[in-house]
């Protein structure tokens, strides 16, 4: 009886144990960012789109470890923790007008003062911003942040413009576009930086993905 009852116990416990690795191994798993309404988005940042066309890749995929570094070297950061990872699925949309292709949008996953943010940038074919949003951002000074006067800053700008910025201490060569970025919300200076760290780090992404590395040094 005892024996009987142990292998059953046995049993059970590696039935469960399966169970919770299937349950737990997509939670630790690389995290992408996509958006949450792609046809409804990409009218609103192109209007004159006719249709779209979405790719998936990773810094795996695309140059592994090499790839990885460079990136970081760019971005002057290490990539950390979930979102950072070689493994990680970007989603980028390739926005079309006709049989013409005319921009992209991509969007990151950054750490933020009280959870992830996600920035999303709509950039046409020379990867100049036509558009900065906060798809997810949790923080008190959200409706600050989330202004169209803050969002309007980056307009206009290219991954040239954020060459020396200091994701690490947050600051920019005096004189530059992106020293001229100003934070709505004083009392919200990491999430400030996080958005200009995302930033950043996205427009290196675009660029290693679809620009041919148009602005790397």
Known sequence: MNTA???????????????????VGPLLAAVGCDLNDPDRDVKRFFPESTGYRTLYVSIAQKGGEVMLRRIEERLGDKFQGLYETADVPYTLYQIFKGQDLIGYIHGVNQKGAYGGIQVFLAVDLDGNIRAFTFQKLTSQYGQQLRDEAFSRQFAGLNLRDFLDYDVVSGTAKAGTRAAAIRNPAPRAATDFRAALRATKKNLILIDEFLLGNKYRP
Do not use: E, G, R, T
């Open 5 to 23: 009852f142990s292998k059953c116990n046995v049993a059970v416990l590696m039935a469960v144990l399966l169970i919770s690795s299937l349950l």
